[in-house]
Antibody
Framework: EVQLVESGGGLVQPGGSLRLSCAAS????????MTWVRQAPGKGLEWVAN????????YYVDSVKGRFTISRDNAKNSLYLQMNSLRAEDTAVYYC??????????????WGQGTLVTVSS | HSALTQPRSVSGSPGQSVTISCTGT?????????VSWYQQHPGKAPKLMIY???KRPSGVPDRFSGSKSGNTASLTISGLQAEDEADYYC??????????FGGGTKLTVL
């Protein structure tokens, strides 16, 4: 059974940093694109970033470019999101998700339960 | 990329059919056959319902179907059931390995 478990969320002040983790099990982690999607309270889903199987390619939504960094450790079956210079508008539940397509990002068939990030003073 | 456009809400009675539209541009929906749909119940993670415009993952009832015409994709739910009441989001590949979601549609089963 595929499981994705996020951790690392919490309360942080504006301008602060946080590192999210996503532990994967039940899948050959190194075979898949992985993605972070967020959802602000009461709002819709927003694609944040994704990373290719070997970590050689990373892509971001414009609003987080230069502030967030996605990475992965295939030996540890783990996905990460380093978030710096956090703003109030980054407050959201952050989900990690698996993309089963091999060549380019397409859709997400497994999702974690999410971890809440709150940016507030 | 701007978010795809979905109606904020739709409703239908049990047994009826409803269709949720998702409008984008030639740079996303119109340019690729990579449209997916997700169902989200309150407090839960999204669940994949349709991928690649009209394909259903195993376990998703065949009451759920997807289609696309030009820059607009659609999700149709036939034979509405109470458990279908949820938020629904479309998503499209938008080029350069980026994706874009719609704003979401709240489905109410009357």
């Amino acid at each position: 059974e595929v499981q994705l478990v996020e951790s690392g969320g919490g309360l942080v002040q504006p301008g602060g940093s946080l590192r999210l983790s996503c532990a994967a099990s039940g899948l050959t982690f190194s075979s898949y694109w992985m993605t972070w999607v967020r959802q602000a309270p009461g709002k819709g889903l927003e694609w944040v970033a994704n990373i290719k199987q070997d970590g050689s390619e990373k892509y971001y939504v414009d609003s987080v470019k230069g502030r967030f960094t996605i990475s992965r450790d295939n030996a540890k079956n783990s996905l990460y999101l380093q978030m710096n210079s956090l703003r109030a508008e980054d407050t959201a539940v952050y989900y990690c998700a698996r993309d089963p397509t091999p060549y380019f990002p397409d859709y997400f068939d497994y999702w974690g339960q999410g971890t809440l990030v709150t940016v507030s003073s | 990329h701007s978010a795809l456009t979905q109606p904020r809400s739709v409703s239908g009675s049990p047994g009826q059919s409803v269709t949720i539209s998702c409008t984008g541009t030639s740079s996303d929906i119109g340019g690729y056959n990579s449209v997916s749909w997700y169902q989200q119940h309150p407090g839960k993670a999204p669940k994949l319902m349709i991928y690649d415009v009209n394909k259903r993952p195993s376990g998703v009832p065949d009451r759920f179907s997807g289609s696309k015409s030009g820059n607009t994709a659609s999700l149709t739910i036939s034979g509405l059931q109470a458990e279908d009441e949820a938020d629904y989001y479309c998503c499209s590949y938008a080029g350069s390995c980026s994706l874009v979601f719609g704003g979401g549609t709240k489905l109410t089963v009357l």
